[in-house]
Structures are given as C-alpha cells and as structure tokens.
C-alpha cells in the first residue's frame, strides 16, 4: 500500500505537468531541484515537496493551522462556507476554488499549485486531485478530534519547516486540555452534546464526532448508551427531562447554514427548564462553526475550549 502510493506520488509530477501544459502553466524551474520529503497522511506515506510555494487548501482545518503558525504559500481556497475566524482568506489575493463540496478542478488545475492538502469531503476525489499535484489528505478523524489536531499540524509543520511553533501551541493545549479535565472530573460533572436542526434534536455520546467532551475533557456521558452515528441519536424533550444532563451543550447547525430558528427556541421549553442544565444556567450554546465545520485546526480547538471553559 505505502509503495503503491509513494509510486502514485511520484508518477502525479508527470502527469500535472502534461494537464498544465495544455494551460500554458508549466513552471520553469527544474522539479529535481526540489527538496522532497515524506509524510504520513490518512492514507499512509505520501512524498511531498518542502515548504511548497503554492498550494491549494481545501480543508479549513489546515487554513487554521497554516496562518497560526506563519505560513502563507496558499494559493486557493474554498470561500463558500468560509467561517469568520479564517476571514483572512476572503482577500482577492486567495483564488477562490468553489466550496468544500463543490469546488472548480479547473481553477485548481489553472493555479499550477505544488500542494493540495484535502479533508474527508474531498476523499472521493482525491485520484483526480493528484493528477494535478500530490494531494495531502488531512481532516479529523470521527471520534479522534484532538489527535486529528495533533497528528495534522505536525505533519503541515514539517512541510513547512515549522515544527517548532507547531509543537509550542501543542503544549499549550495540552495544558488548556489537562486544566479543563481536572475541574470536570474533580466534579464528577456529566454532559450531553445536542445538535439541533430545524426543530429536532439529536444528542451525540462517547465515540461520536463531539468525543472531545467525554474522550479529553472528562465529562460522564448522561446517557452511556447512545448509539454512535454520524447524526447522532434523535431524541425528544422527555428524555433530556428524564436524563437530566448537569450540562447540554448545544450545537446550532442553523447557525452554520443560515436557516431554521435560534437552537434556544427549540431547546428550552418547559420539560427542559426542569432539567439541572437549564436550573444551574448550564445550557451553553457554543460556537456551532467550530464545533461542525471549523475542522482540525487550532483557532477552532480553542474556541471549543473557551466554549467548556467558561462555563466551569
């Protein structure tokens, strides 16, 4: 597998050059000269050269980390769905490729990039992507969220030749992680994760896509036998009232897609309002971008942090 894809690396050189040809894009300068390196990516090692000076990101996550840690060599970006954190990239100087679902293999081929770095949205395309250039799939992993953050930013740390201030900021959380595990358990605190879109709601357990909660930050599951699936558990007022969670946290996803009504119009009627979350003022409403669309990316590990953190 690993010398399939090394192969598969190698041969993606010849053919981008032979589709940039055709555009009249193909760059002057001697491809050997570049320094090479390999990194381990979701599909195992990938060569990959050094410190890239165009590359298209089509993963949020990594726009986080790339401008955290000083890096702009990005070339593309998806606009459509940008979240506000990652503005920065809203500049006319960033091409815009699409969306993370719906994005232009033209204008990504017409950007002659020397990097493409992908997420799981993109996974099915990523055999076209590396016809143009050697395509890096990254993303968070299911229930991995805070390893995905790690994993991810060493591997972009040493494309970049940024290693060091990677692992600076990963000390950092460790920290925020380890302080904000402690008062939980210390506590014995237990929490549910609720996402609510157009008037339902589904709650998410230990080993879902909100894993961080119960996984790294130390909170008891209110209810252990919620059934792990991508859109969670859908559920009625009687159980969280039968439930009753010491904290909900609540994800908007109307607040991402810009549709439905304010999650709190749906969340906090009057069997809710008997719970300890709602008593004890412990509904937090937290950063719906960061915790659904933001990725693995440090600026969105934050927020998710700060979301925990302020309530404690």
């Known amino acids: 597998m690993k010398k399939k894809r090394l192969l598969s690396a190698l041969l993606t050189t010849v053919v981008a050059a032979g589709l940039l040809a055709g555009c009249g894009k193909v760059k002057e300068n001697n491809s050997t000269n570049i320094e090479k390196i390999t990194v381990t990516d979701r599909k195992g090692e990938i060569e990959v050269p050094k410190n890239p000076e165009r590359v298209v990101v089509l993963d949020y996550g990594t726009l986080d980390v790339l401008e955290e840690i000083g890096v702009d060599n990005v070339v593309g970006v998806p606009k459509s769905g940008l979240p506000e954190y990652l503005n920065k990239y809203e500049d006319e100087k960033y091409t815009d490729v699409g969306g993370v679902k719906e994005f232009n293999f033209e204008t990504i081929n017409e950007l002659n990039p020397d990097l493409i770095i992908i997420e799981g949205r993109q996974e099915d395309s990523l055999e076209e992507l590396s016809k143009i250039a050697p395509t890096v799939f990254l993303g968070s992993v299911g229930s991995d ?29 460790d920290v925020r992680v380890n302080e904000i595990k402690e008062k939980v358990t210390g506590n014995n605190l237990n929490a549910l994760a609720t996402m609510v879109s ?30 792990v699936s991508n859109h969670g ?28 009504n304010p999650a709190k119009e749906t969340v906090e009627n009057e069997l809710v309002k008997t719970t300890n ?36």
């Open 198 to 227: 157009d008037g339902s709601m589904s709650v998410y357990g230990s080993g879902s896509r909100f894993n961080i909660l119960y996984n790294e930050l130390g909170f008891i599951p209110t209810d252990a036998s919620i059934e």
């Open 145 to 173: 969220y805070l390893n995905s953050v790690k994993n991810n930013s060493k591997v972009i740390g040493q494309i970049f030749d940024k290693e060091k201030e990677v692992e600076e900021k990963l000390s950092t959380i």
């Open 233 to 260: 558990q859908s559920i009625s007022y009687e159980y969280l009232a039968e439930k009753n969670p010491d904290y909900l946290f609540v994800i908007d996803k109307g607040a991402v897609t810009g549709s439905g």
């Open 277 to 312: 979350a709602y008593i004890n003022d412990k509904i937090v409403y937290v950063d719906s971008v960061a915790w659904y669309v933001g990725g693995a990316g440090f600026k969105a590990l934050d927020k998710m942090l700060d979301d925990v953190e302020n309530v404690l």
